[in-house]
């Protein structure tokens, strides 16, 4: 007998024929004789639907409020799931986060979870109940209802995992795993049976989206394991752990990312410390910064450029000019129409010639990059966005498909 924790997502459970599919799925687990705990998000669209109705009453709803109404959307989602249970004669019983004791900072609307109690849990499993929870909601110190942020219930999800040492995390969902790339952008995308959590986190942050990213961090830091795996069709998923057998290639994905652009500041003093001066200005507005090149000083000046998300170029721009009197650059040069593809893979630094190999290929296909990056795990390039989808499907081939 085991502990399983399985999460299905919003388009799993969209509708009542949906609903009584999941139902089957937990009935299956369950009668394995397995402890079963079940995380479900909202259907469908519905935390669209409700951020919407919102905003048709207040535009600027407080963040407590809304985190009152959008946690309501998996409260639906667990009650009908319950019933489809029930129906079948299971012994089931449905849980908000409040009641499983479920407990987060209070950063309404982006919630950082502290604790579980686990208790009701635990007693529920004793009684050999199959347990429903809410996801994406807990609540803070003062016994107010918070949301994780968007896609928050794969972190409910391994948390919970984590605080029953489960032995298995099974995040459903509409694709059946983790693909080498976009699979609905690249033909010859293919699924892949093992990855680490370190490339997981690299590849969660582009395209598919399939799990949340502090989902992947949750459970590195508890060695949570996880499978993704579609809740449609009958048959393994991707398995998410710390140790991956070495395959042939140490390419584990590729990733595009379109939310980046990139800030370039021109004509900075070349002298000590404005690298320092410039990203605490940065630092200062909470701004994450990825990319950063500094050009070589020429005329005692020297350019910094760097990358950002899209959404935060704004305020960058407007926090650097502000500071143009301790700064003295020439001007900024912003591109938002740019794109970061990363070649994902353990140990993919040490491996001779993938760089070179990578660069080659971009020269084949005329792609020209803007900026590089590397880490242990990944060689990152910046491109003009309109390349980007060439950059993958020419990696991809080069990397994947001639293996043969
Ligand atoms: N329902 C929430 C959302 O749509 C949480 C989740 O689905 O994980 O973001
Ligand atoms: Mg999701």
Sequence with gaps: MAIV???????SVANAEKINRVAGIIADKYSEGNDVVVVLSAQGDTTDDLIEKAHEINKNPSRREMDMLLSTGEQMSIALCAMALERMGLPVISLTGWQIGMYTNSDYSNAR??????????????????????GFQGVNKFDDITTLGRGGSDTTAVAIAAMLHA???QIYTDVDGVYTTDPRQVKGARKLEEISYDEMLELASMGAQVLHNRSVELAKKYNVELEVLS????????????VVKVEKTKVGGIAKDTNVARIAVVGLEDEPGMAFKLFRVVAKENINVDIILQSIGRHNTKDISFTTSRSDVDRAVK??????????FEHIDVATDVAKVSLVGLGIMSSVGTASLM???LYNAKVNINMINTSEI???????????????QALHEAFFEDEG
Excluded: N, W
């Design 5 to 11: 924790v399985q999460k299905f997502g919003g388009s």
């Design 113 to 134: 979870i502290k604790r579980i109690r686990g208790d009701r849990i635990m007693k529920e499993l004793d009684k050999h109940r199959i347990v429903l929870v809410a």
């Design 167 to 169: 032995d298995l995390c």
């Design 231 to 242: 809740s449609y069709e009958r048959k393994p998923g991707t398995i998410v752990r710390e």
């Design 319 to 328: 926090a650097i000019e502000a500071a143009k009197d301790t700064l003295r």
């Design 359 to 361: 660069f080659e290929v």
């Design 378 to 392: 990944k060689v990152s390039v910046l491109v003009d966005e309109k390349d980007a989808e060439r950059t993958v």
